[in-house]
């Protein structure tokens, strides 16, 4: 039987998911487990594999599209199908790249009419009818909103002219009626945001607009419509309302309004359900790391390696983890889960947002092999190459500023995890020797932010003190 292909929830509460790309092509073997297809998601593109093993009879939507969750995306022939057969069993009969049924593929149009000198555009409505089959990747659809210079539908003579709130097209008949080729996504967007899909140029397949144009729109800064596309879409009546400008000034001055993108809407709903629902509470200590930076040094005198200062930190929280086990832990609504493995989240800054990828059985790797192993995680996610797996679990998260100078800060926690250590700045101050006498040394400020349901306050300092003694003597991190 016919195998249905649906967008998945990658995400926990998301509604919908973009297709980056599809990795087979239609009549290929698919194994089980095979990876099928790319899946944008709001923090990483996602191979999503396979349940079933078939042949790709069709795929039910392209490249670029935005899907609902639960919607179908392909369809596959399974035990000897063929690929029509796989198609009308799924309610898609005859489909060819896109699964839609040639039964509701329009007739051909007839010859043009001669353009008259007025033309009214398509209401809204009749768009929407138009591209009401895109969702489920119908060529239909396609014609519809693109269609072929040779068969374009008959244009319907103006009893009047345009209305306010519909500009009138060119008078010119020499310029042709323009056809915006956007799915009803794009097209709702667009209105909700007062964009002018107009001389947009799409990246999507065949030149289509898709989601992905309309954010690069929003952020582009405003242009000046050239002479020529000013003469195209010029109205021949004044509106009755002008169209809003981009950017309004206020009484401080001018602004620019910042589109949100998917990521920055999940950094936002994330960390507000974080604040305001976990019970945090901090603790601080200064390290001393004066031996940590001359291990270091003697350690990066060896060709080819580079550890660095957040390299240390990870192995010694992970030391701390293991010397405290209560504290590797995480809350959920029926108990407390204690980890036997060590797996820590490290905060990565990426355009326009942050990622925590996750080092997993950090207690097993050596210093090296670690330090290899964040780079990869840093260099994938300023990519945007991480899988969503790499982005999942850990009981506890690594959030360092010491490289940009930030002396001392406190982090939100990362949900569902129970601790975040905020890494501060390696500095020269002034210290009290053992034997009384006033010197200089190399602090470093570190703040706990803990999760008050897990770890309790004397809970937390014994981790923050154990932390404290393998950052300062990390010959204990190598052995």
Request: proline share 8%; glycine share 8%; hydrophobic share 40%.
């Amino acid at each position: 039987m016919a195998a249905i292909v649906r967008m998945p929830e990658l995400v926990t509460g998301s509604a919908e998911a973009a297709i980056a790309g599809w990795l087979v092509a239609e009549g290929d073997e698919v194994s089980e487990g095979q990876a099928l297809v790319e899946i944008e998601t709001e923090k990483a593109t996602v191979e999503y594999e396979a349940e079933a093993a078939g042949v790709l009879a069709g795929m039910l939507a392209e490249a670029g599209a935005t899907v609902e969750v639960g919607t179908p995306i392909a369809v596959l022939a399974t035990g000897g199908q063929s690929a029509e057969e796989a198609l009308a069993e799924a309610g898609v009969s005859g489909a060819s790249g896109s699964g839609s049924d040639p039964a509701s593929e329009p007739a051909p149009a007839p010859e043009p009419a001669p353009v008259p000198e007025s033309v009214e555009e398509p209401s809204e409505a009749a768009l929407a009818a138009a591209t009401s089959e895109e969702d489920a990747g119908s060529p239909a659809a396609e014609l519809v909103r693109s269609p072929d210079p040779d068969s374009a539908p008959e244009p319907v003579p103006s009893s009047g002219p345009a209305s306010a709130s519909e500009p009138a097209a060119a008078a010119d008949p020499a310029i042709p009626h323009e056809r915006l080729f956007a799915s009803p996504l794009v097209r709702k967007l667009a209105r909700e945001r007062g964009l002018q899909l107009s001389g947009v140029r799409g990246t999507g397949p065949g030149g289509r607009i898709v989601r992905r144009d309309i954010e690069r729109l929003e952020a582009a800064p405003a242009q000046e419509v050239p002479a020529e596309q000013r003469a195209t879409t010029a109205s021949p009546e004044p509106q009755a309302t002008p169209p809003a400008p981009a950017a309004a000034p206020s009484a401080d001055g001018a602004y620019t309004d910042v589109p949100h993108t998917g990521m920055r809407r999940a950094i936002a709903r994330r960390l507000t359900e974080s604040k305001s629902t976990v019970p945090h509470f901090y603790l601080v200590a200064d390290c001393r790391v004066d031996a940590l930076l001359a291990l270091r040094k003697q350690i990066n005198e060896f060709e080819g390696t580079r550890i660095s200062v957040n390299d240390f930190v990870v192995k010694a929280v992970a030391a701390a983890l293991q010397d405290v086990p209560g504290a590797n832990a995480i809350w959920t609504d029926e108990a407390t889960r204690r980890f036997d493995s060590v797996d820590i989240s490290v905060a990565v800054s990426v355009p326009d947002g942050l990622l925590t990828p996750v080092v997993r059985g950090v207690e097993k790797l050596s210093l090296g092999a670690l330090s290899r192993e964040i780079r990869d995680y840093a260099e994938r996610s300023r990519e945007g190459r991480l899988r969503q797996h790499e982005l999942e679990g850990g009981s506890f998260s690594v959030s360092n500023l010491g490289m940009y100078g930030t002396s001392e800060f406190s982090a939100i926690l990362n949900p569902p995890q129970a601790g975040i250590l905020a890494v501060g700045a390696a500095e020269q101050r002034p210290v009290v020797e053992p034997d009384g006498t006033l010197g200089v040394a190399t602090l470093m400020t570190v703040t706990l932010s803990a999760d008050h349901r897990v770890l309790d306050g004397a809970l937390a300092a014994e981790w923050l003190a154990a932390f404290k003694k393998r950052i300062e003597q990390p010959m204990s991190l190598l052995i």
